[in-house]
């Protein structure tokens, strides 16, 4: 009896388990759209604006989408929700995403919203370092395991000491020798607010130069080719409608879901990103979207080297280019 | 036969353990595939597989959790102590200190972490002083309570003697509080390794991307190498076993002549 | 030049003495004397302040009227010819038997080798030498009374005050004790007051016995004990001590 007990618990705690993995690869689709979750990396803001201006301009519904934004924040575990199927697509820095994908996590990149990514060292005008082989022997605050910190290093043989983020900045105002990661499109606006007086070193400058990009998992991919195409392609639609302007109705969403995002500091945001080329690129053709199979093997093969990854992967396979609109992959044929 | 099945049902119920995840993560991998299986929920040989690649960086994450905690712990304890001395010694004391060490206590080290970090600077000092923070206040309260606490009619035969306050100390309060002191130590050593983790959260600091082991949670969650994420909570747990068992064995040496919470557990 | 000390100058002296905690009236007007040499045992239904009657003496609280003194001293200056032996034994427990017994001596700062000598001296007499080294949770209840008793011993006290010391022990272990306690007392010749539940008890060991009223605890009668000063377990048997022992179990009703 007491035996049976024993097993009876032990049975029940094995079904809590599985019903928590109901399999979700299935899209439900309302009203003919496609039901499809975006995980995103932050809060709302304008570094996401092309996605909201697809939400708030209907372009994801002109391709059949219904398309929900989550926004993220410190523990956004946007790579384990996309593949255990709990969202449908995520966005990142290729760097993070190509180290996730090696390590088996069954994601597949689709598609890219920067050329070039916001990332920088920030600093203050004081500061006594003023380009990157001043960084020897500092402390840095970052991500941890941060690949661009090895990429500085190695690069320009140097060593640097890291803390983990603490997504503040009292540290950075309270002392003038203080050294942490920032996006180029925001923490500065924040650091003269306060007063002082920030400078910045563009990590894209040093020759680490990741895209921003959208994933979604290998089994999604599969199985929902078309669904997949269409939210790369509505997304870039939308990223271009967000420098081009009007973006008025993107903005309001974005300010809704963050309080923060005043029409000052939206528009601090998106001048630097255009300022800086950062989604379209630095060639003169409009490149929104693009991923460049070569420019993503270099930085895949420059991982390696570094031993941020193990064993050598393929941009081919970990960001195949047959998810871009045709215009984007006439683009590569070109070159 | 009693020792035999101390032995024997653990390792039953360990064996039948492991059996059950082994399933669970079989049937799991069936339903989602071996890719995402292995970031859910990994077998437990790809959990030991992980542990043996990363043995090198786990080392010294362990290492240096283990001497924040250390270092930490001892302050937790010597300060801790000193301080139920004062707080011991006369009524006024007590009343005026006590009020603001619970206030203390009631900030959430969280909460102080930045202000640690603020203050003394990013790594070691800052974990250790979260550690500290963690495991000194069950010293005060424990000890204090043994030192005021101390048995009226001991007290009246110390009395009858013409006993000084020195000899009453260092015969009669600190001997009786012993096992007070004791017990908050105890609760200080389970919490130094936790606080020395989660100081480690808030203001590790790392050369060549190895920090303690909550730094290294931050870098395997960031990268989902969550069979190394399970491998850091067994290296973790294992910590704390030592720790834990170092302070019992202290604990049980001290007093196994003379006090009831040691022998109990001593008879059969 | 000494002056040879009058036998019949009472050693203790409790003169008008009261003792109040808050508006409680515990001791009313106590008046009581007692020789060298006396043993006096206290009486009395439960509340009726035995103890506090014992730790006025012993200078543990101090009478808020009246006086108390030892030998013409103040009894916290008198503490030196004191000792205490109390209710439970009061064994330090982190200590053997020996340094237990040796506490006393040791806080009046006396020589490890001669403090240890008497230790033993006193344990030999309690019949405990062959549990020196033996910690208290090793001991029985008798033991350890027996413990605190050579620890009271080893000052060569002049005034012996026991509070309830056997009342939690079984009837044998009591009896053999309180016989004890009549031989150590005609080696050593030293005064004791005795706090007691037991009417038996109390005319066993004593020369006199306090019957103490409850609310306010008063003297309510001193009785003299008709008995041979030599006494040993055979006295139990006896008519006389029998009588003796009813007549204080009816002082004790009527004192309720």
């Known amino acids: ?335 | 036969m009693n020792k035999l099945k101390a032995i024997f049902l653990p390792f039953i119920s360990g064996i039948l353990l492991l059996g059950i995840w082994y399933s669970v993560a079989f049937v799991y991998a069936k339903n989602e595939g071996y890719e995402v299986q292995r970031i859910v929920i990994p077998f437990p040989h790809q959990i030991v597989e992980a542990l043996w690649d990363e043995r090198a960086i786990l080392w010294i994450a362990t290492r240096q959790t283990a001497f924040a905690a250390l270092v930490g712990f001892i302050a937790a304890v010597t300060f801790g102590y000193v301080l139920s001395m004062l707080l011991a010694s006369a009524v006024w004391v007590k009343r005026s200190l006590y009020p603001w060490i619970l206030v203390l206590q009631m900030t959430p080290v969280v909460v102080l972490a930045p202000i640690f970090v603020l203050w003394i600077g990013q790594g070691l000092p800052s974990i250790t002083a979260i550690t500290f923070m963690i495991g000194f206040f069950p010293v005060v309260a424990n000890t204090t309570m043994g030192l005021i606490s101390t048995d009226r009619n001991l007290i009246e035969l110390f009395e009858m003697s013409n006993a000084s306050k020195t000899q009453e100390i260092a015969y009669l309060r600190v001997p009786y509080a012993m096992p007070y002191f004791l017990t908050g130590m105890k609760i200080a050593g389970t919490l130094a390794p936790i606080g020395a983790i989660a100081g480690d959260l808030f203001a590790g600091s790392s050369q060549g991307g190895v920090g303690g082991i909550g730094f290294m949670v931050i870098l395997y969650n960031s990268q989902v190498k969550v069979p190394e994420l399970f491998a850091t909570a067994f290296v973790a747990c294992f910590l704390g076993f030592i720790f834990v068992g170092c302070v019992n064995w202290l604990h049980w040496m001290l007093l196994k002549n003379w006090h009831e919470s040691v022998r109990a557990t001593d008879i059969e | 030049m000494l002056i040879p000390p009058n036998p019949d100058t009472p050693l203790v002296k409790i003169e008008n003495a009261s003792k109040c905690f808050g508006d409680t009236i515990v001791l009313d007007r106590i008046n009581f004397s007692a020789k060298k040499g006396d043993f006096v045992s206290l009486v009395g239904p439960s509340g009726c302040g035995k103890s506090t009657f014992l730790k006025l003496i012993a200078g543990l609280h101090l009478a808020s009227e009246g006086s108390v003194t030892i030998d013409g001293l103040d009894p916290k200056n008198a503490r030196e010819e004191m000792a205490f032996i109390f209710q439970d034994a009061n064994l330090l427990p982190w200590r053997r038997v020996l340094s237990n017994v040796e506490l006393s001596s040791q806080l009046r700062g006396v020589s490890k080798r001669k403090r240890q000598e008497t230790a033993r001296e006193v344990l030999e007499l309690v019949g405990l030498s062959h549990a020196l080294r033996h910690f208290p949770w090793q001991l029985s209840g008798g033991m350890k009374m027996r413990v605190s008793i050579a620890r009271a011993l080893t000052l060569s006290p002049k005034l012996l005050l026991l509070d309830e010391p056997f009342g939690a022990l079984d009837e044998m272990t009591r009896d053999k004790l309180n016989e004890d306690l009549l031989r150590i007392k005609a080696r050593d010749g030293w005064t004791a007051f005795f706090v007691t539940h037991s009417a038996a008890e109390a005319v066993f060991l004593s020369n006199q016995i306090i019957v103490l009223s409850a609310k306010p605890g008063r003297i309510a009668e001193v009785i003299n004990v008709k008995l041979p000063a030599f006494r040993d377990a055979d006295l139990r048997e006896t008519s006389e001590y029998l009588r003796q022992v009813a007549n204080v179990s009816r002082s004790i009703r009527k004192a309720h």
Request: charge should be negative; glycine fraction near 8%; hydrophobic fraction near 40%.
């Open chain 1, 1 to 335: 009896m007491k035996k049976n007990a024993v097993f009876t618990n032990l049975f029940l705690i094995g079904a809590f388990i599985f019903a928590g993995c109901a399999p979700t690869e299935q899209v439900s689709s309302t009203n003919g759209l496609v039901k499809v979750t975006l995980q995103t990396d932050w809060y709302a803001q304008a570094e996401h604006g092309g996605f909201y201006q697809a939400v708030a301009e209907g372009y994801y519904e002109d391709f059949g989408l219904d398309v929900t934004i989550l926004p993220g924040g410190p523990n956004a575990m946007a790579a384990q929700k996309t593949a255990t199927g709990k969202v449908e697509f995520a966005i990142g820095r290729a760097d993070d995403v190509v180290l996730q994908a090696s390590n088996g996590v069954p994601i597949l990149i689709v598609g890219s919203f920067m050329q070039h990514d916001p990332q920088a060292i920030l600093l203050h005008e004081e500061s006594s370092v003023n380009n990157f082989e001043d960084l020897d022997g500092r402390s840095v605050m970052t991500t941890p395991g941060a690949a661009m910190i090895k990429y500085l290093e190695k690069r320009f043989d140097i060593t640097i000491e890291t803390m983990p983020v603490d997504y503040g900045m009292s540290r950075f105002l309270a002392d003038k020798e203080f050294i942490q990661q920032c996006f180029i499109t925001s923490e500065p606006y924040y650091i003269r607010k306060e007063g002082a007086n920030p400078k910045t070193l563009l990590i894209a400058d040093s020759g680490y130069d990741p895209y921003r990009v959208m994933y979604t998992s290998k089994t999604f991919a599969q199985k929902n080719t078309d669904v997949v195409k269409a939210f790369v392609e509505a997304s870039v639609k939308g990223w271009k409608s967000y420098i081009a302007g009007p973006r008025d109705k993107a903005n309001e969403v974005i300010a809704k879901g963050n309080p923060k995002m005043t029409e000052e500091f939206l528009s601090y945001s998106l001048n630097a990103m255009i300022e800086n080329q950062l989604i379209s690129g630095y060639q003169d053709e409009d490149q929104t979207g693009l991923i460049d199979p070569d420019r993503m093997q270099a930085l895949i093969d420059d991982l390696f080297l570094l031993g941020v990854i193990e064993k050598k992967v393929f941009s081919r396979d970990l960001a195949p280019i047959s998810f871009l609109p045709e215009y984007l992959q006439e683009m590569i044929d070109l070159d």
